[in-house]
């Protein structure tokens, strides 16, 4: 077999399986159900604790906040930690107090050796934190009025010891959403939901630190963020750690009910994006190498294949219609996963040009990490050193 007819046989072959998770997950994912029964589901027992960490979030947090003062359920506080903010985020959080939110505002300590900042601010959240359950959201989430009603009643339900859901998230131009669409897919497209929520291996698991419910005696007994203290994708880290602690992990759809606010340029996405994709993908060069080959294949390999076929004049073959059912069956994943979860249609016309700008993001991403240049809101980033 020649080379150029195993790539596409190849590429049809994972096209062909994303395809069916897709339409798996599209099936199988739905979003926390409002229930009915307030004796069994209501907010008398069940007590919640917001945490929310902010640094230099004057611009996003009052709108967080005045969403959770239109929140049916009741039983719940809210604790802010001002992470070394220097911005107006105190002064903003603290017009909160005398509303008729339960809300306290407290100032971080110096973070200690062999953390990262956000990891830090959390750990201290949760020492303060009563509640029976505890859901972290950061600073730029903004949440439906039924969002943690629904969810406490979903994890209660179903007995999860961490529910986490995927944010709707807001963009300020189109390069962005292409970007949003394709992380999306990267997971719908790929991920068997169904089978991750049965299986035990951790690995099989993504969450989202938009929106994190934990059963507070669950986040003790996994150690929390004091587990993960080093690892720059905090939310993927706990996940994978309630599942290894043999915990109940459940993910849900949150759009609509969970909305991450846009960033304040394309820049800042992009360097969003880079900051957790070398992290994600354990810090291994071989591994972004292997995941940029498959990529480039997958998408390209079909698309080139017609191309020569029509410069060429060849006959129209079964490599050429192969290639063709190919590009249909990744642009057909595609689409119902931008349909799923609210991006413009019209993303999947750019798809090729957002697989390469993804892989920039990601060697970016690496040589950062590399060279200890990788940063957040002027803290560092690195900890862990990038591998083979």
Same mark, same amino acid.
């Given at each position: 077999?020649?080379?150029?007819?195993?790539?596409?046989?190849?590429?049809?072959f994972?096209?062909?399986?994303?395809?069916?998770?897709?339409?798996?997950?599209?099936?199988?994912? &739905?979003?926390?159900?409002?229930?009915?029964?307030?004796?069994?589901?209501g907010?008398?027992?069940?007590?919640?604790?917001?945490?929310?960490?902010?640094?230099?979030?004057? $611009?996003?947090?009052? #709108?967080?906040?005045?969403?959770l003062?239109?929140?049916?359920?009741?039983?719940?506080?809210?604790?802010?930690?001002?992470?070394?903010? #220097?911005?107006?985020?105190?002064?903003?959080v603290?017009?909160?107090?005398?509303?008729? =939110?339960?809300?306290?505002?407290?100032?971080?300590e110096?973070?200690?050796?062999?953390?990262?900042? $956000?990891?830090?601010?959390?750990?201290?959240?949760?020492?303060?934190?009563? +509640?029976? @359950?505890?859901?972290?959201?950061?600073?730029?989430?903004?949440?439906?009025?039924?969002?943690? $009603?629904?969810?406490?009643?979903?994890?209660?339900?179903?007995?999860?010891?961490?529910?986490?859901?995927?944010?709707?998230?807001?963009?300020?131009n189109?390069?962005?959403?292409?970007?949003?669409?394709?992380?999306?897919?990267?997971i719908?497209?790929?991920?068997?939901?169904?089978?991750?929520?049965?299986?035990?291996?951790?690995?099989?698991?993504?969450?989202?630190g938009?929106?994190?419910?934990?059963?507070?005696?669950? @986040?003790?007994?996994?150690?929390?963020?004091? #587990?993960?203290? &080093?690892?720059?994708? %905090? %939310?993927?880290?706990?996940?994978?750690?309630i599942k290894?602690?043999?915990?109940?992990?459940?993910? $849900?759809?949150?759009?609509?009910?969970?909305?991450?606010l846009?960033?304040?340029?394309?820049?800042?996405?992009?360097? +969003?994006?880079?900051?957790?994709?070398?992290?994600?993908?354990?810090?291994?060069i071989?591994?972004?190498?292997?995941?940029?080959?498959?990529?480039?294949g997958?998408?390209?390999?079909?698309?080139?294949?017609? @191309?020569?076929?029509? /410069?060429?004049?060849?006959?129209?073959?079964?490599?050429?219609?192969?290639?063709?059912?190919?590009?249909?069956?990744?642009?057909?994943?595609?689409? =119902?996963?931008c349909?799923?979860?609210?991006?413009?249609?019209?993303?999947?016309?750019? /798809?090729?040009?957002?697989?390469?700008?993804m892989?920039?993001?990601? @060697?970016?991403? =690496?040589?950062?990490? =590399?060279f200890?240049?990788?940063?957040?809101? &002027?803290?560092?980033?690195?900890?862990?050193?990038?591998?083979?």
């Amino acid at each position: 077999m020649e080379f150029n007819t195993l790539i596409i046989f190849t590429a049809g072959f994972f096209a062909f399986i994303s395809f069916l998770i897709t339409i798996w997950n599209w099936k199988y994912l &739905d979003r926390p159900r409002l229930r009915l029964s307030d004796e069994l589901f209501g907010d008398i027992d069940v007590s919640i604790t917001v945490l929310i960490p902010a640094r230099n979030e004057g $611009k996003n947090i009052r #709108e967080v906040l005045t969403a959770l003062t239109y929140q049916t359920y009741t039983n719940y506080d809210v604790i802010v930690l001002n992470d070394e903010s #220097e911005d107006d985020t105190a002064e903003v959080v603290s017009q909160f107090i005398e509303s008729d =939110l339960e809300i306290q505002l407290i100032d971080g300590e110096s973070i200690p050796q062999g953390w990262l900042g $956000k990891h830090w601010a959390c750990h201290q959240l949760a020492l303060k934190a009563n +509640g029976d @359950y505890m859901l972290f959201i950061d600073a730029d989430t903004v949440l439906h009025k039924n969002t943690i $009603k629904a969810a406490v009643n979903e994890a209660i339900a179903g007995k999860s010891d961490l529910l986490t859901m995927i944010p709707a998230r807001c963009a300020n131009n189109f390069i962005e959403r292409t970007l949003y669409g394709f992380i999306d897919w990267a997971i719908y497209g790929w991920l068997p939901l169904q089978l991750a929520h049965l299986s035990k291996n951790s690995y099989l698991s993504v969450s989202y630190g938009q929106f994190m419910l934990f059963k507070r005696g669950s @986040y003790i007994l996994s150690g929390g963020h004091r #587990e993960i203290k &080093d690892i720059a994708v %905090d %939310d993927m880290g706990l996940g994978r750690l309630i599942k290894s602690s043999g915990l109940q992990w459940t993910l $849900k759809d949150g759009t609509g009910m969970v909305t991450s606010l846009p960033y304040n340029d394309m820049l800042e996405t992009v360097k +969003g994006i880079s900051r957790s994709l070398a992290p994600a993908l354990n810090y291994r060069i071989s591994l972004i190498l292997l995941i940029s080959l498959f990529l480039m294949g997958l998408f390209f390999a079909p698309v080139f294949n017609l @191309y020569f076929y029509v /410069i060429n004049g060849d006959q129209f073959e079964f490599l050429e219609i192969l290639s063709l059912v190919t590009i249909f069956l990744l642009l057909g994943s595609y689409l =119902l996963c931008c349909k799923k979860f609210s991006h413009s249609l019209l993303v999947v016309l750019f /798809i090729h040009f957002t697989v390469i700008l993804m892989i920039f993001i990601a @060697y970016h991403s =690496l040589l950062s990490n =590399l060279f200890r240049r990788a940063t957040w809101k &002027d803290r560092n980033m690195v900890i862990k050193k990038v591998k083979f």
